[in-house]
Structures are given as C-alpha cells and as structure tokens.
Nanobody, 115 residues
Framework: QVRLVESGGGLVQPGGSLRLSCAASGSIFSIYNMGWYRQAPGKQRELVAR???????TYADSLKGRFTVSRDNAKNTVYLQMNGLKPEDTAVYYCNIDTTGGSYWGQGTQVTVSS
C-alpha cells in the first residue's frame, strides 16, 4: 500500500507564496516521476509541474517562472514552491507519483488566493 501525505496548502493573499510538500511512504520500490496537478471548481484537473527521478522538471506553460518543483529522493518527497500567487491559482492541488507498481494520488490540499 502506498500513502501520499500532502501539506502546505492554505489561504494566501495575491502576490504571496506557499510551499507544498508531498511525502510518499509504503510499498514503494522505485519512483519515477513525481508531480503536482490542480483542479479548480468546474474545471478539469491539469498538470502544474512534475519532475523526473533525475531532477528534470516539466511545467505548465502558464506557470513557468512562478512555480518551482523539486524532489528529495532520499525522503520520497516532492515539493512545489509557488510564488507570485494569483486568484486564478485557487484550486485543490494533488500530488501524483509514478512507480513500478503504478500511479498514485494524494488526497489533495486546498490553495486559496484571496485578499
């Protein structure tokens, strides 16, 4: 069984920053990609950013320059540093990992950007 524990969401004012963390535990033999998706009300879930085991990141085009994804392989943890947050970044953010045993999702953490 694989467990993903997300943390770091919350309420922030426009222009502020948040750092999300997602720690994976359980029966994990090898993790390939780790990343973040988000889903706003009434919209489809979309890729935010992901990073390979070797550290190569991929970002949604609209988020380049504001968001930074990173991972600590020793801790099976992926991070998302979000700067310059905008109201349109408001969504539930989900952690996702790809492993030899399949793809797994976290329970989601709410990020709300509002004054």
């Amino acid at each position: 069984q694989v467990r993903l524990v997300e943390s770091g969401g919350g309420l922030v004012q426009p222009g502020g920053s948040l750092r999300l963390s997602c720690a994976a535990s359980g029966s994990i033999f090898s993790i390939y990609n780790m990343g973040w998706y988000r889903q706003a009300p009434g919209k489809q879930r979309e890729l935010v950013a992901r990073v390979t085991r070797g550290g190569s990141p991929t970002y949604a085009d609209s988020l380049k320059g504001r968001f930074t994804v990173s991972r600590d392989n020793a801790k099976n943890t992926v991070y998302l540093q979000m700067n310059g947050l905008k109201p349109e970044d408001t969504a539930v953010y989900y952690c996702n990992i790809d492993t030899t045993g399949g793809s797994y999702w976290g329970q989601g953490t709410q990020v709300t950007v509002s004054s």
